[in-house]
């Protein structure tokens, strides 16, 4: 995975038919091999050449080159533009391969602008964002990050971990007197950054949801309206209404923009005790569906039955009441009173369920996914096992419990690097990245 001493080729646009199709040179040979196959010899940064498939077939072909450290990769780079036909694609690089190149691997370009430390780890990672963002808020965050932005922001919260640590690791040196008068101080700063890290810890997950498409699971008895706010939320009949209980038992999911944010909707079977085997069936894949959830809408007609529906911890759960068309219904504390059937105040639920992420300012959103968060949860674990007791009794490991943190943190931009894990995250490109 790692060698970097071979020439790469392969195509970087869609495999198909199109206006022009973009194949890709990097490494060492990267000129050589286009100048003994063109004749050509790249004086100009970009130039219309006669590129030989065949002993008698010639494709004009426009050739664009990056001389390193100024490219991609930071290797030597020539891009060929052709026709964008799959058989003149085969056979460039057909020849390509012939005069000494190797097919690249899935991201083995990104890989390469890594290693040539053109890329931190993470800016790596926000280009394959970019390429997959289907909302104005996820491309924003991704752009960010690809800036540069997520390590600012990680940069910024082990500054304030230093202060503290700084402070521990001195005091490990002094005598017991004088010791005593900083400790107040050491646990009053862990305070403060235990708070500090859980807010940015919010932050973290709500720009996870935005780059990776907020979920939303409704989830409520049979009948309760599930699948006809979704159709309104959406705007076209995505799911099966029907006055009859138990219709959806399948979960049905469903996209659509609010604000620049994607949410994917989950229409999920109603929730009841049931004999029906398929039924069952339906009301576990509910449960499950609910687990994976980033927003939970618990939507009943009647308001007792919310105690009859599963809770989920640590999800921001709304509570709606529908059907107020037919009878008025008080919003439940906290959550709203709608008609999925009319439309009646689906605006301000469309807008509560936006308001989490559109707090956020749009201008600093990052591209944040499960490895970071995972980092980050590790790296909360040494902070939360610090407490005053340990403060006054080990500094020690209080200073190590620190160090932990700060290295997790950091392996965020800039891991411990090892084959394993930058295989897996640079085969989740696609060929020609
Ligand atoms: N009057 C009124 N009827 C509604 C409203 N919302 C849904 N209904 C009706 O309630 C019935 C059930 O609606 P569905 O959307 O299928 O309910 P569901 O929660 O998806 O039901 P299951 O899939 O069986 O769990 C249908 O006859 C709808 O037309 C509403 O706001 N007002
Ligand atoms: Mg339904």
Redesign the pocket.
């Known amino acids: 995975m790692l060698s970097e001493k071979d020439t790469i080729v392969a195509c970087s646009s869609p495999p198909g038919r199109g206006a022009i199709s973009v194949i890709r040179l990097s490494g060492d040979k990267a000129f050589s091999i286009i100048k003994k196959i063109t004749k050509n010899k790249l004086k100009k940064q970009i130039s219309v050449v006669k590129f030989p498939l065949d002993a008698d077939l010639i494709e004009k072909c426009v050739l664009t080159i990056f001389k390193a450290p100024n490219s991609y990769t930071g290797e030597d780079i020539v891009e060929i533009s052709t026709h964008g036909n799959p058989y003149i694609v085969e056979e460039v690089i057909k020849k390509c391969l012939d005069s000494g190149a190797k097919i690249a691997k899935p991201g083995e370009f990104t890989l390469r602008a890594f290693l040539n430390n053109k890329l931190s780890l993470d800016q790596s990672e926000a280009v394959i964002e970019i390429i997959n963002a289907n909302s104005k808020a996820s491309l924003k965050a991704a752009q960010n990050s690809l800036e540069g932005g997520l390590k600012v922001k990680i940069s910024a919260i082990q500054d304030k971990l230093r202060e503290t640590r700084v402070l521990v690791e001195t005091l490990i040196d002094f005598t017991d007197e004088d010791v005593n008068v900083y400790i107040e101080e050491v646990k009053s700063k862990i305070n403060e950054f235990k708070l500090f890290f859980a807010s940015f810890n919010e932050d973290m997950k709500a720009y996870s949801s935005i780059s990776n498409d907020v979920k939303v699971v409704v989830i ?10 979704i ?1 309104a939320i959406i705007g076209k009949k995505v ?10 038992r399948d979960v049905v999911t469903s996209s659509c923009l609010i604000d620049g944010i994607r949410f994917v909707f989950s ?4 929730i009841r005790k049931t004999l029906n085997k398929i039924e069952k069936e339906g009301i576990e894949l509910s449960k499950k569906a609910l687990k994976s959830a980033d927003i939970v809408i618990y ?1 009943a ?1 009647k308001e007792n039955d919310f105690d009859k529906l599963p809770i989920a911890k640590n999800k921001k759960n709304i509570f709606v009441l ?5 009878t008025n219904k008080k919003a439940p504390v906290g959550g709203f009173a ?5 439309k009646k105040n689906l605006k301000s639920l469309k807008k509560a369920l936006a308001h989490n992420f559109l707090k956020l300012n749009q201008e600093e959103l990052l591209s944040v996914n499960i490895r970071h968060l995972d980092l980050i949860k590790k790296a909360y674990k040494n902070i939360a096992l610090i407490s005053p007791g340990l403060v006054s009794s080990n500094l020690e490991l209080v200073a190590e419990n620190l160090r932990n943190c700060d290295e997790l943190l950091g392996e965020i931009y800039d891991p411990i690097s090892s084959d394993d894990m930058l295989g897996k995250i640079f085969n989740k490109f696609c060929i020609g990245k």
């Open positions: 409520g008895p049979p009948n309760s309206g599930k699948s006809t706010l159709n799911s099966i209404v029907n006055e009859k209980q138990g219709t959806t229409d999920t079977a109603g939507l007609d529908n059907k107020i068309d037919l709608i008609s999925a059937k009319t």
